[in-house]
């Protein structure tokens, strides 16, 4: 299970970006807050792969110290 770095709460959310195909799983995933939709607009200084629900932390697998709150 996945942990907030900063805030250690187990409320953690994957971060896709581009255009999902959508689907009434994929939109329930967001509704139960394990997936939170990052957008079209990709900044390639900081893709992040996580969200924090409780404390809005985001990070990167390959750099989690880096993150920032959003």
């Known amino acids: ?8 709460s187990i409320s953690v959310a994957s ?3 581009g ?3 959508f689907s009434e799983e994929l939109i329930k995933d ?3 807050g394990r ?3 990052g957008g079209c607009l990709i900044d390639e200084n900081f893709l992040p792969d996580w969200h924090c629900n ?5 990070w ?5 110290s880096e993150g920032l709150y959003g």
């Open 54 to 58: 409780q404390c809005k932390y985001e």
């Open 35 to 37: 997936m939170v939709f």
């Open 60 to 64: 990167e697998k390959s750099k989690p």
């Open 30 to 32: 967001e509704h139960e």
């Open 15 to 17: 971060i896709p970006f």
């Open 19 to 21: 255009m999902p195909a």
């Open 1 to 8: 299970m996945k942990k907030c770095l900063k805030c250690k």
